[in-house]
């Protein structure tokens, strides 16, 4: 009985994580299994976390370095024009470059906010499992609670029914 106060206690307090077994307890592998599932996903979480800033950063140091390039760039094709365009072939070859790699930018800037998303709408659905699964829990312990609340009583009631046996 103290056992399953501390087990509805913890749960209570969000610790329970992990299956129960049929006396209504979590066993010590089930608790550990559902703690290393949770530092499973918190390191899995992080990890996303951590590429999707690699690829921000990436992306905004290209952007950066576009920017900076596409400018000099400008400054060039001014001074070519100036001296009759001599290069004026080459210009335009780089200048198709900076247009290609600008292209390719775009999808890259929608990929990263497309796979924010899907990671948004992931981390929702795994939170609502778990949600579902507390609930689950707790009322599991409820009817294990109850359970053993009328087991004790017919077990009284049987108990009286002796004494009365054995009175008569």
């Known amino acids: 009985m103290m056992q399953t106060q501390r087990t509805?206690?913890?749960?209570?307090?969000?610790?329970?994580?992990?299956?129960?077994?049929?006396?209504?307890?979590?066993s010590k592998e089930d608790e550990e299994m559902s703690k290393s599932a949770l530092s499973t996903f918190r390191a899995k979480e992080e990890e996303i976390e951590k590429k999707k800033m690699e690829v921000k950063e990436k992306v905004q140091a290209q952007l950066g370095r576009i920017e900076e390039e596409t400018k000099r760039l400008a400054t060039i094709r001014e001074e070519l024009e100036a001296l009759a365009d001599p290069m004026k072939k080459e210009?335009?070859?780089?200048?198709?470059?900076?247009?290609?790699?600008?292209?390719?930018?775009?999808p890259l800037g929608q990929t990263c906010q497309k796979k924010e998303r899907?990671?948004?709408?992931?981390?929702?659905?795994?939170?609502?499992?778990?949600?579902?699964?507390?609930?689950?829990?707790?009322?599991?312990?409820?009817?294990?609670?109850?359970?053993?609340?009328?087991?004790?009583?017919?077990?009284?009631?049987?108990?009286?029914?002796?004494?009365?046996?054995?009175m008569a």
């Open 8 to 26: 509805l206690e913890n749960q209570q307090s969000g610790q329970i994580s992990g299956s129960l077994s049929f006396n209504g307890t979590l």
């Open 91 to 106: 210009v335009s070859v780089v200048r198709k470059k900076i247009d290609a790699v600008n292209k390719e930018l775009k």
């Open 118 to 166: 899907e990671f948004k709408e992931a981390l929702e659905a795994f939170n609502e499992k778990n949600k579902e699964k507390v609930q689950l829990i707790t009322r599991l312990m409820e009817l294990v609670s109850e359970s053993e609340r009328m087991r004790l009583k017919k077990l009284e009631e049987l108990s009286k029914n002796i004494e009365t046996i054995r």
